[in-house]
């Protein structure tokens, strides 16, 4: 996993790898500290990008854990979105397609930051 921000306004969260429970619970404490930083800072990302666009399988439970995440984020104010996963839905086992339906997503991660940071205050 990693972290960047590549535009003001976005928070970028790179996630790679199975995506199963234990990886969720990772990228949801990663989140948890994101959100931190973002209370903590002055200039605070409006949007939290989580890429999935590098997972090489989704196994049951691991998208279902990261619903959290939406949640946690809009407490502080932050808007919680996914990409990479979008042009590749028909590969994906159905429950995976049922859940990608509760996040706001886009086909790629260049494409989330260019469209929320000019969306970000």
Do not use: K, W
């Amino acid at each position: 996993m990693t972290v960047e921000t590549p535009r003001p306004g976005v928070r970028l969260l790179c996630v790679a790898g199975r995506l199963d429970r234990p990886a969720a619970a990772r990228v949801l404490r990663l989140v948890g500290i994101q959100l931190e930083l973002i209370t903590a800072s002055r200039h605070s990302p409006a949007c939290l990008v989580i890429d999935l666009g590098e997972v090489s399988s989704f196994e049951p439970g691991g998208l279902e854990s990261l619903r959290h995440a939406p949640y946690s984020a809009a407490c502080r104010g932050v808007a919680v979105h996914l990409s990479g996963c979008v042009g590749r839905t028909n590969l994906l086992p159905r429950r995976t397609r049922e859940l990608l339906r509760e996040f706001s997503t886009f086909p790629t991660a260049e494409q989330a930051v260019r469209t929320l940071a000019g969306a970000a205050p």
